[in-house]
């Protein structure tokens, strides 16, 4: 691709930057962004001018999941003349599942600077990058654990452990970045205002490393997670999914955003537990 219309790319210093930027809708995932950011990243990785990548968003949130205008709407135009195809919705999220899984696959290291909202598919992705550095002030979260969704790549387990992987996923609740970096789910937390100064020291400081250090180096710490079952975890997370986008509860979720607009059922679902759009820091 040569020109992006979702994201941005510059390279200095020896680090790749990949800037999300719609801003104006949280960077939230569409079809062309999981296309362009997929390209963004092999071109990076190839690049030999770049030996870190480093991955950023401009706007309020860092993204706040999938769109959800675009994907009710595909969800609700499956009809009811044919029951679902399963298959064929296993190949569609893994085209994302696929894009993200690049940020851990990629040879060279991939940093995440994260600010605002980072929830729901946003993890999906930004789970997949090799290291996260997170704004104070952001918020973490998989709320569609409650209807309409589990996590696809299945790296909450990995980064945080079992237990505490299973309080946030059990609940859905939100996550404060001080909490996400306290039980390792993100690196670090800094001020908000020196977010993307820092994240970018850190990437240009790694890049000081020559390239054929750090692949070897990547590559044998994730390795391990590998021998852990990763790619197992998240082709059942793939296909959960799926699922729980078909369940009765899920089908319900799609018709009540069909009927009132998918803003109010998000809220719908969220006002039992107060927070996200629900919440006081929403307000």
Known sequence: MSEYTTLRTEVEDGVGSIWLTRADEYNTITPALRDELADAIEVHD???????ILLRAEGPAFCSGYGLDWSTAAQAWEGTDRVWDSVADYRMMNRFVATYMKLWYASKPTIAAVQGWCIAGGTDMVLCADLIVSAEGATFGYPPSRVWGTPTTAMWVHRMGLERAKRYLLTGDEIPAPEAARIGLVLETVPDDQLQDHAFDLARRMA???????VMLKLLCNQTVENQGLASSRTLGVLFDGIARHTQEGLDFVARAQEVGFRDAVRERDDPFGDYGSGPRAR
């Open 208 to 214: 000081q490393v020559p390239t054929t250090q750090l």
């Open 46 to 52: 190839a690049d030999p001018a770049v030996r870190v």
